[in-house]
């Protein structure tokens, strides 16, 4: 059962993989290194879906993909049913828009705020000069900045400021899907927060989709309505939040949330059951991805890949939880 | 007994084109033996100048003005430049932020680990050599005598941060400071690294100051807070007083601010509201007055001094004198 499927999809993954060509040192061979494998997902108009991961685990990968930026080795994206490739990237702007981790630099300091937020509008030659000027000023307010801002440039404005502006341009032609990348991680705790609560104002306000990528596990559980977990390329778990943060179905979801310190004095350090380090994504290990560091590992673990299979309590990729327990 | 590190009015300024600011004002800060003191703060509170200043790395427009900085009885403020190298990575030793730029991508692991070892004369090639070994499998690094020779390219985020840990350990320190010591590693590396800093700070007897925003690193590592706002101190005490009885309304406000598993039903997160005042130019009264929903005229009109709230546990505030503080409790900020 996938709670996807009681919305329409704006945004489909099907089979995704993408392997870059990688040079080994400066005289050595090439090797492939697959940074997304086998990834199919769906986003319903309205809903923000998390992804989460550590680094190097493809989520960037995947999002780059979605935006356009990068070809998927095999596998098909569609958006609104329509198959991505059949976007020039100005319509696929129209479509999905970013925000990006540090908004110090994705904005460029040579503009006007003006400028930086009525930019998209002139491209897609949307409107009269007035119109784009009404806009751009009702942008501008409705991210919570005074209209002075408009004539400033980014470099006197606080990085809260920034994102706002940064959010303003996304928004600004009107987009269905939001890539939202780690779009909080770079600012303080109590800007965070207005950034949050903005986010979640401006979803309801245009009924928008968001693709919300973090390595912050509270953010998630704060925005999202579906998780998705990554680990080494690979989704290992999707479900909803509250399952996923109530019930993590796989050990490396247990391992993450037993890694978040929430501000408890006293609770100490977690114990995060976790054995060895981030594996070579150069050399997966064989069977399960995570089995060389997963605690409750089994020999069948070393051999067989896991599928993603449905259970009652989301979608997950673990012959413990699956597979194993079928055959007992 | 006497503190290892104790800093009294501790005034940093820093020349900038439109005026002097003041980036830390009348900072007191004791630190004991076998202490973990966190300094917590939002960007441009002037914790990271005040560890620069403790370890005498200022960057050159910015110079202590006033106050004393004494570690063992030794006044740093007024040391020069021979007397704190001599001290720097040899009695007190600092972890920076960024494992991946605070390393020479040109030297190996091992030439690195062992340069102040060698410099500060603690012993020959052969004992730097078996002391750098002994630290990279202390702090969890397998397979240590292969990584000695290797350079930091080739190491993850997770293990250049470990092997910073291990070179703050090299001459036996009795201080660390680590400036945000685990903000850019991933969750399930922070967890094991702070972990390991821990265990060695009890292990070796160290002192150990961390900076952080992070109040979840706070509350699970620290034995003491200091909480700074715009260049000044507002609250210290023990984590526990801190977290559990917090004085003042930046405190509380910042605490309400963390993201939380039961924000999940609210549609709205609480926030402190407006932004942090320029320190450019002299400011008089409370820093936080703009922002604070309990500020009355009076906080504009005087410095305002650290007052006790309970043993060892002070706050920089004129409201809420009274243990019932009826205007603290209610509402969001």
């Known amino acids: 059962m996938k709670l996807a499927s009681k919305g329409m999809s704006v945004l489909e993954l099907q089979d995704i993989q993408k392997c870059y060509d990688v040079r080994l040192g400066m005289f050595g061979g090439r090797a492939k290194l697959q940074a997304v494998r086998d990834v199919s997902l769906n986003l319903c108009k309205g809903e923000t879906l998390g992804v989460v991961g550590e680094s190097g685990c493809g989520k960037s990968t995947l999002a780059k993909i979605l935006m356009g930026l990068l070809k998927p080795s095999q596998g098909k994206v569609l958006i609104d049913g329509q198959p991505l490739e059949g976007f020039s990237p100005k319509d696929l702007s129209r479509k999905v828009q970013p925000v990006f981790q540090n908004p110090y630099s994705s904005l460029n300091p040579r503009k006007k705020i003006f400028d930086i937020i009525s930019m998209p509008l002139e491209l897609h030659e949307l409107g009269t000069k007035a119109d784009r000027r009404k806009t751009v000023m009702d942008m501008i307010e409705k991210v919570g900045l005074p209209p002075s801002i408009a004539e400033r440039f980014p470099s006197q404005l606080s990085g809260g400021q920034r994102q706002r502006i940064a959010i303003a341009r996304a928004l600004v032609v009107r987009p269905e899907v939001v890539i939202l990348d780690e779009p909080t991680s770079a600012l303080d705790v109590s800007v965070q927060a207005q950034i949050l609560n903005l986010l979640k104002d401006l979803q309801q306000e245009y009924g928008l989709t968001y693709l919300m990528i973090s390595h912050d596990l509270s953010v998630i559980e704060y925005l999202a309505d579906r998780v998705a977990v990554m680990y080494l390329g690979a989704i290992v778990e999707v479900a909803s939040v509250d399952k996923v943060f109530k019930a993590p179905q796989h050990p490396y979801t247990q391992a993450l949330l037993d890694s978040v310190l929430t501000p408890e004095p006293g609770l100490g350090l977690p114990h995060v059951n976790l054995t060895a380090g981030f594996p070579n994504p150069l050399n997966p290990p064989s069977g399960c991805a995570f089995h060389p560091r997963c605690v409750s590992a089994l020999p069948e673990c070393a051999q067989h890949r896991p599928q993603l299979t449905s259970t009652s309590l989301g979608d997950v990729a673990c012959l413990l939880k699956t597979d194993f327990q079928q055959k007992i | ?333």
């Open chain 2, 1 to 333: 007994m006497t503190s290892l590190l104790s800093i009294q009015g501790l005034q940093v300024d820093i020349a900038t084109p439109g005026g002097t600011l003041q980036a830390v004002k009348n900072l007191n800060l004791d630190v004991q033996r076998g202490e973990t003191h966190c300094i917590v703060g939002e960007s441009g509170c002037g914790k990271s100048i005040t560890a620069l200043a403790m370890i005498g790395l200022l960057p050159e427009k910015a110079r202590i003005t006033a106050g004393s900085i004494l570690f063992e009885q030794q006044n740093l403020a007024c040391l020069n430049e021979a007397g704190l190298s001599n001290l720097r990575g040899n009695r007190m030793a600092m972890i920076f932020q960024e494992p991946m730029t605070c390393l020479n991508p040109t030297l190996t692991i091992g030439t690195q680990l062992t340069e102040g070892f060698l410099r500060h004369g603690k012993g020959n090639r052969k004992a730097a050599y078996e002391r750098a070994i002994m630290l990279l499998e202390k702090v969890g690094i397998s397979a240590a005598d292969k990584r000695f020779h290797q350079y930091p390219y080739s190491l993850s985020g997770g293990l250049r941060q470990r092997v910073m840990i291990a070179m703050a350990l090299m001459c036996e320190p009795d201080l660390i400071i680590a400036d945000e010591p685990t903000t850019a590693l991933d969750v399930t590396v922070q967890a094991q690294i702070l972990a390991t800093l821990s265990e060695l700070k009890s292990e070796m007897g160290l002192s150990l100051i961390v900076i952080t925003h992070d109040l979840g690193v706070v509350a699970r590592i620290a034995d003491n807070v200091t909480v700074m706002y715009a260049g000044e101190a507002v609250e210290t005490g023990t984590v526990s007083q801190v977290f559990g009885n917090p004085g003042h309304p930046y405190t509380v406000g910042l605490q309400k601010s963390v993201v939380g598993s039961a924000d999940r039903d609210s549609q709205r997160l609480s926030v402190i509201p407006g932004r942090v005042p320029s320190l450019v130019g002299g400011l008089t009264g409370c820093r936080f007055r703009n922002r604070c929903p309990h500020a009355i005229p009076k906080c504009a009109e005087a410095d305002i001094d650290m007052s006790e709230l309970e043993a060892d546990h002070t706050y920089r505030c004129l409201r809420n004198v009274s243990a019932g503080r009826p205007e603290m409790t209610g509402g969001v900020l």
